[in-house]
């Protein structure tokens, strides 16, 4: 059955146009200043949302990510509120792709089949969880699949055609490029480098719909230099 993730890029396909996919913290810097946030993203133009679980040991994150996650951890943000956010989000609006994204531990604490319910319950539509690795597809990654939601691969400058089959074989959704290496904002892509990787990605014999960690004007390069070679979003 097809997502709201897979509706959404078959529409963006139809239209001819890349995703807008945004990113902001739940519950920073407050819960109800959040919610607000993320209500007013569809109108602003966003294709699809990726709300941050705020955790601790954010190690994958920039400056920026981290000081966001410390600003919602103090107000006392927790994975329980998060799930609250989502399920108000969805009371005004059903057709906005969701998605979580952050770090295992938290969903560990929680309990993997309690997050797997509450999160189907209030509306999250695929999980982006940066520290868990194929080989720990069992973990989280398949029953996650079998829950009904996406589960969104991280492929990287260091993820070689070696590596990358592994990273496609349980993706579902899309596949999130991680334009650099290193944290968050540590560098500034190469636009000729990024597009010529999702390329490399979306040629491959499981077709996936490339979206990349950019800045706007690096977007509009990458589009443009791979315009031609669109795809279809993954099925689980």
């Given at each position: ?116 319910r509450d999160a189907t319950s209030a509306g999250v539509d ?107 979003s993954a099925q689980a």
């Amino acid at each position: 059955m097809a997502t709201r993730i897979d509706r959404r890029f078959a529409e963006l396909k139809t239209a001819g146009r890349a995703a807008l996919v945004t990113f902001l913290t739940a519950g920073d810097p407050d819960p109800e200043t959040s919610l607000a946030l993320v209500r007013a993203l569809p109108a602003a133009g966003a294709d699809v949302i990726e709300l941050g679980m705020p955790f601790t040991d954010p190690m994958a994150d920039g400056p920026a990510i981290q000081m966001s996650s410390q600003r919602a951890l103090k107000a006392g943000q927790t994975l329980k509120k998060t799930l609250e956010l989502v399920r108000a989000f969805r009371i005004t609006d059903d057709g906005t792709p969701l998605v979580l994204m952050g770090y295992y531990n938290p969903i560990y604490v929680y309990g993997v089949d309690r997050f797997l319910r509450d999160a189907t319950s209030a509306g999250v539509d695929g999980l982006i969880i940066v520290d868990l690795p194929p080989e720990e597809d069992e973990e989280l990654c398949l029953p996650a699949l079998k829950a009904g939601l996406n589960f969104i691969r991280l492929a990287t400058p260091t993820t070689d055609d070696k590596r990358l089959p592994a990273v496609l074989a349980n993706t579902s959704g899309f596949v999130y490029y991680v334009s650099i290496t290193g944290i968050t904002g540590a560098a500034t892509p190469d636009p000729g480098k990024v597009a010529a990787a999702v390329a490399r990605i979306k040629a491959t014999e499981k077709t996936v719909s490339g979206v990349v960690n950019l800045v706007a004007e690096l977007a509009r390069g990458v589009r443009g230099a791979s315009a031609d070679k669109s795809t279809q979003s993954a099925q689980a």
